[in-house]
Structures are given as C-alpha cells and as structure tokens.
C-alpha cells in the first residue's frame, strides 16, 4: 500500500510544479483535470506524510524507552509508545479510506429527473412532493436547485420534473436517491380513507460541461412549438418551447417553463450534454444509457430503493434496512441521517468490509 502511495507523492510534486503553467495556458479542460487530479491527490500524500512521521516518532519513543532506567519515565515512555502506536493505527485506516478509488463524477453538478409513474395522479402528486424534499434539502445543504423543465399535471402534480442541483458534494449526496420511491398514504383522490401505494422514479445524471462535451450542430433537431400546461391548454401565445432531438443517439429533450425561446434552448441543452455523458461513458448510443434504465427501473411498487409510509410517519430505506420514524421532517429536506448511512455502507463495500 504505501509504495503505491510514495509513487502518488512524487505524481504530486511534479503536478504542484505544473499548475501554474497549466493554469496560465489557457486550456480549461487541462486546468479542470489538474484541479480535480490536486484535490484528489492532497490529503492522501497528507496522510502518508504524517503517517511517515508517525512511524518516526514511535520507533524514538520506542528506543528511548529500551534505554531508560528510571521507573518512572518509563512508565512515561511507555504511554508515549501506546498513544504513537493508536495514531499510527488511526492514520493507517486513514489512508485506507483515502486510497478508495474516487468516484469520477464527484465534484460534479447534478441533473435529477422525477417521473410519476404507477398510481396514476397520485404518482404525479408524490413526484411534486419529492421535488419539494429535495429543494429543502438543497437548501438545508447550501446547495443551488434550479428547476430546468416540467409537465404539471391536471391536480397539481407532476407528470415529470428536471432540476439542477450546483454544489461540492451534489453528486456524492444526491447519486444515492436515484430509483424508484415508493409512497403508501390515502390519496387526496381517494373518498373511501383507503391507503393507495404508488410510487415516481427518480435519475440522478452528472452534469456534462460545455467545454467538456462537444455537441455538432448539425446532429440536432430543433422544433419549437407553443408551451402547454395541464390539460393541454396553452399558456404561451408565441412558439417559445423547445424540443430538441439528438438525431445520433435519438435522445429527446423538451423544455417550456421560461417565455423566452432561447432560454428553454439553453436549458434544454444542459440536460441533453447530462444525457449525452452518461451514455458515452456507458458506452451505449440509445435514447438513455443502461444505468440510467437501471436507476428509474419500471417505475413499479415492488421496484423500489425507499419507501415511505405516511400514516406510520416512517421511511425506510431498502437499500441498508435503515427506518426512521421521522417522514414529515424528511419531506422536508432532513435527508442527511439516511444518506450518511448509504454513503456508509458504499464506503464498507469498497474497503471490504
């Protein structure tokens, strides 16, 4: 382990020696990966470095240990030995934890899809409720959530939603929420007071950025045509949505909520970079990439990473069999508590353990 590691300390030295001509050169995709490479890189060559003097300091204490003959500062040296030997295992699980591949996307903006999908308008209301937790959620972490698109539904739900959340730690937080939701309550459409079970998928995509992702012009098709909101009505008297199609892949993107056509053009090319990332790394030209097919699932009641159960105030997470008797303060962006025990066991898995 910690050869590998002296081979990242010298990868250090050399980067640290090259960022400023990185950075003066003007190539922004260069600079962004020096970056992230430096940021990656720096507190694990911390760690070794301290754990090198760890291991210099408890082989002194040790020797002077050997050579003292004073009862007394040997019982001294001896708890100084204890205390460098419990630093040094502590640094040690340190850089183990460290030397965790990186996930690639962290560090990212995130792009997040909600869909409702079985239990008809109940699903569309759970889609608008899960909007909600996740911007207090954004909120609570600091976070930036800007809504991209949306289709409302006819009792206020939403047929489906895309947003975008700008933060450091987005993806790291936020990629554990994708898949299905699963909601049991008595729906507002419901006069019998029965508990209905629906659920609404959610994707969670890594933001593309523009330098990093080239799109050719000439592979899109874009349409534009007037918005509509619930019903079909039309809300804009001028042709300001957007739908534009990646004629390669067969990726389709609408967006409609701003009045402006170049605004909706903008954003609607923001989600289709996002879409376009996640297939090229999938290594698949399909409308979307496998892992996002495999995120939102087929959307079923049995499909589901969390459940959340309105008369029992419970939500359980499927995942790690996590239950906590707290929904009203989960809906409203106290996520924290369930995604800390996600990263948790992400985190076991790759050390083994």
Partial sequence: MFERVADLEIELEKL??????IYASGDQVAAREAGRRHAELKPLVEAYRAHR???ADLAEARELLAREEDPEMREFLRGEVDDQQGHL???ERRL????VPRDPNDGRN???????????EEANLWAADLLHMYQRYAEVRGWRLDVLAAQPSDMGGLREVTFLVKGADAWSRMKHEAGPHRVQRV????????????????AVLPEAEEVELRIDPNDLEVDVFRSSGPGGQSVNTTDSAVRITHVPTGVVVSCQDEKS????KEKALRILRARLLQVERERQEAELSTARRNQVKGGGRSEKIRTYNFKENRVTDHRVGLTVHALDR???GELDPIVDALAAAERAEQLGG
Avoid: C
């Avoid at 183990?96 to 030397?99: A, H, I, V």
């Avoid at 995130?110 to 008809?120: C, L, T």
């Avoid at 056509?261 to 909706?264: H, I, K, R, T, V």
């Fill in 261 to 264: 056509q170049l605004q909706n």
């Fill in 53 to 55: 003097q760890a291991e």
């Fill in 110 to 120: 995130v792009i997040v899809e909600i869909r409702g999908a079985e239990g008809g």
């Fill in 16 to 21: 640290e020696s090259r960022l400023p001509e």
């Fill in 96 to 99: 183990r934890e460290l030397l």
């Fill in 330 to 332: 989960v809906l409203e």
């Fill in 187 to 202: 729906p507002v459409t419901e006069s019998q007071g029965r508990i209905h079970t629906s659920a609404a998928t959610v």
């Fill in 89 to 91: 295992a502590e640094l």
